[in-house]
C-alpha cells in the first residue's frame, strides 16, 4: 500500500508560481516512478508530468513545457510540481499518483498508475 498525500495548492494570480507537494507512505518511495495529472470541472483528468523512479527521466504534457517542473526527494518521500507563469487554463483540482517499481518508468498514461492521492485545488486568476 501506498499513501499519498499533496499540498501547496491555491489561488494565484495569472503568471504567478505555486510548488505543489506530495509526500508518499507506505511501500518503498525510491522504486516508483511518480506522476502530476490534473482535472479541471467538466474535463477527463490528464496527465502534466512524471519522473521515473531515479529522477533521471522526466516528461511533461507539452503546454506547461518550460512552465512546470517536476523533482522528487527520496530521503524526505515527497515529489514536487514547481508551477510558474500560471495561466487560467492551469486551474484544476491536481492529484499526485504511484506507479509501483522496482525501477518504475515514467509513463504519461493514467492507467499505468496503481495510487492515488485526494488531490489539491489549484486556481489561477486572470
Known amino acids: 500500500q501506498v499513501q499519498l498525500v499533496e499540498s501547496g495548492g491555491g489561488l494565484v494570480q495569472a503568471g504567478g508560481s505555486l510548488r505543489l507537494s506530495c509526500a508518499a507512505s507506505?511501500?518503498?518511495?525510491?522504486?516508483?516512478?511518480m506522476g502530476w495529472f490534473r482535472q479541471a470541472p467538466g474535463k477527463e483528468r490528464e496527465f502534466v508530468a512524471a519522473?521515473?523512479?531515479?529522477?533521471?527521466?522526466?516528461n511533461y504534457k507539452d503546454s506547461v513545457k518550460g512552465r512546470f517542473t517536476i523533482s522528487r526527494d527520496n530521503a524526505k518521500n515527497t515529489v514536487y510540481l514547481q508551477m510558474n507563469s500560471l495561466k487560467p487554463d492551469d486551474t484544476a483540482v491536481y492529484y499526485c499518483?504511484?506507479?509501483?517499481?522496482?525501477?518504475?518508468?515514467?509513463?504519461?498514461?493514467?492507467?499505468?498508475?496503481?495510487?492515488w492521492g485526494q488531490g489539491t485545488q489549484v486556481t489561477v486568476s486572470s
Open positions: 499518483a504511484a506507479r509501483i517499481g522496482p525501477v518504475a518508468t515514467d509513463s504519461d498514461s493514467r492507467v499505468h498508475y496503481d495510487y
Open positions: 519522473i521515473s523512479w531515479n529522477g533521471r527521466n522526466t
Open positions: 507506505g511501500r518503498s518511495f525510491s522504486d516508483n516512478a
